[in-house]
């Protein structure tokens, strides 16, 4: 039986860890205006989350073939 699965380019991990480095890095540097930095801080958390999910869970899909009797 064949099993297949479909997993998380890994560019697309490095991607998302860049842009919350990025966006983290934003917030910092706009540390006077509370609004931006909020709204910034919140950005990064959020990308961090999706690139820690592409770490911990790669395999988005994964299916095998069964025969049918």
Known sequence: MAEREW???PA???????????VAALAALSAGDRQFLLLAGAAALGLAA????????????????????
């Open 7 to 9: 997993r998380v380019p």
């Open 12 to 22: 697309q991990v490095a991607v998302k860890w860049a842009a919350a480095l990025a």
């Open 50 to 69: 999706l690139a820690l999910r592409d770490v911990l869970a790669p395999v988005r899909v994964a299916a095998t073939r069964t025969r049918h009797r």
